[in-house]
């Protein structure tokens, strides 16, 4: 029998950003092993998932997965707090990460959790859909090149575009 499962648009119509008081944007959702965190967000942006003490620190160099597509959708398959922050410098100091608290499943699961960042620029009605789903085994994995990595390749394309050019 095919279980609830919730598509969370992270932000909201504000989507995955700087400054977003995502905090405000957990609070009263509940969240569940099955769920899928949906990140809308421009070029320039990364969504990383890491441990405590990265999310803590900022710190991307031991990123658990990393994606920069601009529509990243993460199926949250375990209980337990999930964190995650956009990997360019100085994004997740000016709010750019996300705390999750996934329950077991069901509707007894526990809520979500976020830092609060220094100053929201919206909030927004947005409801998440409810659609039944059944479980799918997904081996897909996002792409685990580091954020810095990708800059390096980027410089050095340029760089070469650059001195070829007459």
Do not use: Q
Not at 62 to 81: M, Q, Y
Not at 94 to 110: D, E, Q, W
Not at 139 to 146: C, D, E, K, M, V
Not at 154 to 162: D, N, P, Q, R, S
């Amino acid at each position: 029998m095919p279980s609830l499962a919730t598509d969370y648009t992270v932000g909201d119509s504000t989507g995955w950003t700087t400054n977003m008081d995502y905090s405000t944007w957990t609070s009263g959702k509940t969240f569940a092993v099955g769920d899928t965190l949906v990140f809308n967000y421009g070029g320039g942006h990364t969504v990383d998932e890491v441990s405590a003490s990265d999310y803590s620190s900022c710190a991307v160099g031991n990123s658990l997965t990393t994606d920069s597509s601009g529509a990243t959708s993460i199926t949250l398959k375990t209980p337990g707090t999930h964190y995650f922050i956009c990997g360019v410098p100085g994004h997740c100091g000016n709010g750019m990460k996300l705390a999750v608290t996934v329950g077991g499943g069901g509707a007894a699961a526990g809520g979500g959790t976020a830092t609060t960042p220094t100053t929201p620029t919206g909030t927004s009605t947005n409801t998440p859909t409810t659609t039944p789903r059944t479980t799918i085994n997904n081996n897909s994995s996002s792409s685990t090149i580091s954020p810095s990595i990708t800059m390096l390749l980027i410089t050095l394309v340029m760089a070469l575009f650059m001195f070829s050019l007459p």
